[in-house]
Antibody, heavy 121, light 106 residues
Framework: EVQLVESGGVVVQPGGSLRLSCAASGFTFDDYGMHWVRQAPGKGLEWVSLISWDGGSTYYADSVKGRFTISRDNSKNSLFLQMNSLRPDDTALYYC??????????????WGQGTLVTVSS | DIQMTQSPSSLSASVGDRVTITCRASQGIGSWLAWYQQKPEKAPKSLIYAASSLQSGVPSRFSGSGSGTDFTLTISSLQPEDFATYYCQQYNSYPTFGGGTKVEIK
C-alpha cells in the first residue's frame, strides 16, 4: 500500500524559513518523480514543485521560484521542501504527491494527508 | 500557463442522478488530463488520468472523456459517498488545476 506522510508544518513569521518532509513507502521511490501541491484555506489546489526520480531535474511554480527548493533522498525514501522568505500567501496545507508516470509531467496518483504551514506574525 | 476552467462551480443533485462536470483548457492539451475527488478535510483522491483511464479501485460509475481543450467527468448514478468537490488538472506542461466543482445534496 502506497503511503505518503508529510511533516514539518508549523506557524512561522513572514520572512522565515521552514523545511517540510515527506516519508514514502509502498512503492519503488526512486522510480518516480515526486511533487508538492498546496491548498490555501478554503481554496483550490496549486501545484508547487516537481523533482525527477533521480533529483537531477527540478521545476517550480512562478509563485515560489527562487524561494523554495525541492530535494529528495532516495536512500531514505524521503522528499523535502525547503521554504525560505515565507509570505502570508504561502499559508496552506502542503501535500506530497507521487507522480503517476515515471518521467515527465504527470497526474498525481497518490497523495499524503498534508501538513499545514501558517505564515503569520 | 495553461488555464483550466471548470463548470459549473457547484451543483445540487440527488442520489441516482447522472452528473456531468466539464473542464476546458485554454489551449490544446491532448489527453493529458486528470480528475480528482476531494472530501472535506481529506486529501484529493485520483479518479481518472489520461482523460479517460480509470484509476485502480475507482468505481466504474465514474468515467472521463474528451481531448484537446474540452473534457468531461461523468458520474452515471450518484451515490451518497460521491458528494464532494471535483477538480480537473492538466499535465501537458506545468500542472494547473481547475477551480473545482462542489457536488451537493439536493
Amino acid at each position: 500500500e502506497v503511503q505518503l506522510v508529510e511533516s514539518g508544518g508549523v506557524v512561522v513569521q513572514p520572512g522565515g524559513s521552514l523545511r517540510l518532509s515527506c516519508a514514502a513507502s509502498g512503492f519503488t521511490f526512486d522510480d518516480y518523480g515526486m511533487h508538492w501541491v498546496r491548498q490555501a484555506p478554503g481554496k483550490g489546489l496549486e501545484w508547487v514543485s516537481l523533482i525527477s526520480w533521480d533529483g537531477g531535474s527540478t521545476y517550480y511554480a512562478d509563485s515560489v521560484k527562487g524561494r523554495f527548493t525541492i530535494s529528495r533522498d532516495n536512500s531514505k525514501n524521503s522528499l523535502f521542501l525547503q521554504m525560505n522568505s515565507l509570505r502570508p500567501d504561502d499559508t496552506a496545507l502542503y501535500y506530497c504527491a507521487k507522480a503517476g508516470y515515471s518521467s515527465g509531467w504527470s497526474n498525481f496518483d497518490y497523495w499524503g494527508q498534508g501538513t499545514l504551514v501558517t505564515v503569520s506574525s | 500557463d495553461i488555464q483550466m476552467t471548470q463548470s459549473p462551480s457547484s451543483l445540487s443533485a440527488s442520489v441516482g442522478d447522472r452528473v456531468t462536470i466539464t473542464c476546458r483548457a485554454s489551449q490544446g492539451i491532448g489527453s493529458w488530463l486528470a480528475w480528482y475527488q476531494q472530501k472535506p478535510e481529506k486529501a484529493p483522491k485520483s479518479l481518472i488520468y489520461a482523460a479517460s483511464s480509470l484509476q485502480s479501485g475507482v468505481p466504474s460509475r465514474f468515467s472521463g472523456s474528451g481531448s484537446g481543450t474540452d473534457f468531461t467527468l461523468t458520474i452515471s448514478s450518484l451515490q451518497p459517498e460521491d458528494f464532494a468537490t471535483y477538480y480537473c488538472q492538466q499535465y501537458n506542461s506545468y500542472p494547473t488545476f481547475g477551480g473545482g466543482t462542489k457536488v451537493e445534496i439536493k
